[in-house]
């Protein structure tokens, strides 16, 4: 299996514009979680679904992040607009089917995204 | 609230033993994951434990005391390719996926 895949590897962008960063799972893989990380704040869960539905988006920041998950093979987690701040790396990762929340996830290699 | 606490940074030589502690303090528990994480990557799956006890899994071993709220990582053999960050971390009563903010180990030769 290829592993977890997201693009852009890179990002640079401007301050407003808008920002969309891709994944799709491991095929067969049900649950989907959404991840930033930074030096200061460490690892944090943004958003996860399961079966492509949205479970918990406690940890979205505020309003100007969003995430879908149309099939069980893609999902974009959008910033719109985006700011300084928000620069970080933003990791998708998977788990496998009936694992729930206590099993083993499956990272990208993330996206590093830079606004000036 | 809940804390998890490891050390921000250790240092060993090639060849040497390490251990990496990590306390945690949730509200329940549901397993404790290591993982690592080479500079620039992505974080890699090294280990659950949901019952006390040592888990050995070739150089890298991770005990886990529930009622004490601590486990460690414990690498042998120390390998350059060790170098990395090691994060702990822990799943409470509500299934959340609690991080701790990573130890970065540095190997010398």
């Known amino acids: 299996d290829a592993g977890v895949i997201q693009s852009p590897r890179h990002e640079v962008t401007e301050m407003g514009q808008e920002v969309t960063l891709r994944c799709k799972p491991i095929s067969g893989h049900d649950y989907l979680f959404w991840y930033r990380q930074t030096m200061m704040r460490g690892l944090e869960l943004l958003i996860y679904?399961?079966?492509?539905?949205?479970?918990?988006d406690s940890g979205m920041p505020e309003d100007r992040f969003s995430a879908k998950m149309p099939n069980a093979s893609f999902s974009t987690l959008k910033i719109q607009p985006s700011e300084p701040r928000d620069s970080a790396v933003y990791f998708c990762?998977?788990?496998?089917?009936?694992?729930?929340?206590?099993?083993?996830?499956?990272f990208g290699e993330g996206s590093r995204l830079t606004v000036l | 609230g809940q804390n998890i606490d490891q050390p921000t940074e250790m240092t060993a030589t090639e060849g040497a033993i390490v251990q990496i502690n990590c306390t945690y303090q949730t509200s329940g528990f549901n397993g404790l994951f290591w993982y690592q994480q080479h500079a620039g990557e992505a974080p890699t799956f090294l280990s659950y434990n949901v019952l006390d006890g040592l888990e050995e899994k070739g150089r890298f071993s991770s005990f886990l005391s529930r009622s004490k709220g601590y486990s460690y990582l414990l690498l042998k053999e120390l390998q350059m390719k060790d170098s990395a960050s090691y994060l702990c971390?822990?799943?409470?009563?509500?299934?959340?996926?609690?991080w701790g903010a990573g130890t970065k180990l540095i190997i010398k030769p």
């Open positions: 990762a998977s788990s496998l089917p009936g694992q729930d929340l206590t099993g083993e996830l499956f």
């Open positions: 679904f399961n079966n492509n539905v949205p479970i918990d």
């Open positions: 971390a822990v799943t409470d009563s509500n299934y959340q996926l609690i």
